[in-house]
């Protein structure tokens, strides 16, 4: 069974434009979560999908958006990006909401801001 | 609100010999808590959780963790360490309802010296 993917593996943007990463579950999970851990840190949470609905949102401004496609796939766009988005940006997906069968996360989207 | 403590960024420990990283969380609402190990490049993999029963956690390559409610730690154990264990060690909570997003520590990052 593939675990969870994400697209691309890195890649390296300037401040102002706009990125959209991807984030492919694992078979049968209906559930994924995005966090962006900056250097040196513990991830932190941005967005939880469930059933293609948005279930909790964490302390990220309004450039930040997800959503969560029929497939369970998911994406998640940055507008207008500044050097502190700067980080490592993961993927985590589960078969239900909560996380009672612990999230599996994926290898993360390294994204560089200059 | 919740938070999670890692009293510890790095701990250096020779192979073989014993390993206790320290985790403290505050929280007013019911928490489920997990330790999760991340290698260089890597995404995050979960060791072990605690959702309820037994305080005594016992999860994948040896590791266990005990949770102790009266003085809100979760640490985590192995009895004898090896090189492949050095990566980073991130200890989070998980509110049993509402938004389910976990809320990492800062990690500790262990070192196994040969």
């Known amino acids: 069974d593939a675990g969870v993917t994400q697209s691309p593996t890195h890649l390296i943007k300037t401040r102002g434009q706009h990125v959209t990463l991807r984030c492919s579950p694992i078979?049968?999970?209906?559930?994924v979560s995005w966090y962006q851990q900056v250097l040196g840190q513990g991830p932190q949470f941005i967005f939880q999908?469930?059933?293609?609905?948005?279930?909790g949102r964490g302390n990220f401004p309004d450039r930040f958006s997800a959503r969560q496609f029929p497939n369970y796939s998911s994406e998640l766009n940055v507008n207008a990006l500044l050097l502190g988005d700067s980080a490592l940006y993961l993927c985590?997906?589960?078969?239900?909401?909560?996380?009672?069968?612990?999230?599996?996360f994926g290898s993360g989207t390294r994204l560089t801001v200059v | 609100a919740q938070s999670v403590t890692q009293l510890d960024s790095q701990v250096p420990v020779f192979e073989e010999a014993p390993v206790e990283l320290r985790c403290n969380y505050s929280s007013s609402v019911s928490v489920y808590l997990f330790w999760y190990v991340q290698y260089p490049n890597q995404g995050l993999q979960l060791l072990l959780k605690y959702l309820s029963g037994s305080t005594l956690v016992k999860g994948i390559n040896g590791f266990e963790a005990e949770f102790n409610k009266s003085q809100t730690s979760f640490h985590l154990r192995k009895p004898s360490v090896h090189i492949s264990d050095t990566a980073e060690y991130f200890c989070?909570?998980?509110?049993?309802?509402?938004?389910?997003?976990?809320?990492f520590g800062t990690g500790t990052r262990l070192k196994v010296l040969a």
């Open positions: 989070a909570v998980c509110s049993t309802s509402g938004t389910y997003k976990y809320i």
């Open positions: 985590a997906s589960s078969l239900t909401a909560g996380p009672h069968y612990g999230y599996t």
């Open positions: 078979s049968g999970h209906k559930s």
């Open positions: 999908y469930y059933e293609k609905e948005e279930r």
